[in-house]
């Protein structure tokens, strides 16, 4: 079955260190999304990606990177982790960008920036 | 960025109660969806409405659209210990291209 995953599922990092995070789908979908989920924030976004080398910043881009150098891959890196970005992030991906279409998620990484 | 606001943000009843969760924006969307988070797992869709109006049933669950596609409403009826989760609404609008803007959702606990 098709799935996608992410690892690794938790992590501790002190600030300044560089940290990425691995999301891999396998259902050959062109849209990858990185969103941060707050306690009342809900899911914000951070970048997405349509395709191979397509890149984009979301809303919360600042401090983080991602690179698209195939279909099933969109890592996410923290520059230089700060506090702030103690947070749970989770990796999603979409066939299209038709208003009906199903963001799959994973199952979340737990990040805490000491 | 169109923003959607969930209420409640918490919400907690006994089995067999019913309920109602909100999700209300000043903007338009051309679509809503909802999905369902437990606990350590990602949020799962249960529905897309994007017919101002629309009304989806899914078992005991029912999903309504608002006539000007700015707000919509998740009723469960006889909810159970199952339907426990963090409810999220999230809109799309047809310049979106596939991005979707998130409330901060509505933690339901339906307790035995």
């Known amino acids: 079955d098709a799935e996608i995953t992410q690892s690794p599922r938790h992590k501790i990092t002190e600030t300044g260190r560089q940290v990425t995070l691995a999301c891999h789908q396998t259902w050959n979908h062109n849209n990858m999304f990185w969103y941060r989920q707050d306690l009342g924030h809900g899911l914000r976004l951070i970048h997405y990606?349509?395709?191979?080398?397509?890149?984009n910043k979301g809303e919360v881009s600042d401090g983080y990177s991602v690179s698209r150098s195939n279909t099933e891959d969109l890592p996410l890196t923290l520059e230089s982790a700060a506090s702030s970005q103690t947070s749970v992030y989770f990796c999603a991906s979409s066939l299209g960008t038709d208003l009906t279409d199903t963001q799959y998620f994973g199952p979340g990484t737990r990040l805490t920036v000491l | 960025t169109q923003l959607l606001e969930q209420s409640p943000q918490f919400l907690s009843i006994q089995e067999g109660e019913n309920l109602t969760v909100y999700c209300n924006s000043s903007?338009?969307?051309?679509?809503l969806q909802w999905y369902r988070q437990e606990p350590g797992e990602g949020p799962v869709l249960l529905v897309t409405v994007v017919t101002g109006g629309e009304v989806k049933k899914l078992k005991r669950l029912t999903f309504q659209f608002g006539d000007a596609r700015k707000d919509s409403s998740l009723h469960i009826t006889a909810a159970q210990p199952g339907d426990t989760g963090l409810y999220l609404c999230a809109g799309a609008t047809t310049d979106s291209w596939g991005k979707l803007q998130f409330g901060a959702g509505t933690q339901v606990v339906v307790t035995p």
């Open positions: 903007s338009v969307f051309s679509s």
């Open positions: 990606s349509y395709g191979v080398h397509d890149t």
